[in-house]
């Protein structure tokens, strides 16, 4: 028996179909930090419009709580992950705003260890093999590369698939409109994610309609 049969053998997989169907809609996840709490339902709509239904949004921000409470209101149908989750303690406080998935950039074992007890799936940060792994004994089988291009871009993720090949990434970090497409030709490769979509000048212009461009470009661009 194989190491990876006999770990799939003793431990369940954790929400992996949860976290395939919220994947599956999205071909690439823009990755949300609001400044000021009144961007916060226009961006996620304009978004939203253009084709890209899955959000994340990032507790790197004062308001981003208040701005993920208010994105689940406006837009009940988008899924939204809540980003940049440190602790269990933030992972908490993703439950109670309504999180559909949370994504940590890296991992710690308390968070690998609260998640498999959550009602919230959550998609957890790594950028090495040892990481995987231990992500892998805990059960989760969906996994954000993170920071993609800085820990080896697709080259890694294809070393990846050699020793554990039914993992699967949302890569960001260094990811744009030029380099999502080699990573998505990846079997590994569920969905991609990045800021690109929301850039700081067409945020502070308050320019909606040019961020719904760029949206709709990366989804008909990238549609599975
Ligand atoms: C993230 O947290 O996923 C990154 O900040 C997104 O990376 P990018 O800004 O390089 O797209």
Redesign the pocket.
Known sequence: MTLQQSIDKQLPSTRTTELDSICLKAEVIP?LAIQRIEDAVPLARALFEGGLTVLEI?LRTDCALEAIRRIKEALPQASIGV??VLTPAQYRQAEEVGADFVVT?GTTEALYRYGVTSPVPMLPGVATVSELMTGWQYGYRRFKF?PAEASGGVKALKAFAGPIPEARFCP????GINNAEDYLALKSVMCV????LTPKSLIDAEDWDAIRSLAREAAERFHH
């Not at 960001?172 to 990811?175: A, L, P, Q, R």
């Not at 994610?193 to 690109?196: E, L, Q």
């Open positions: 990755v990032t980003g940049t950039p993170f960001t970090g260094g990811i994610g990045g800021s690109w």
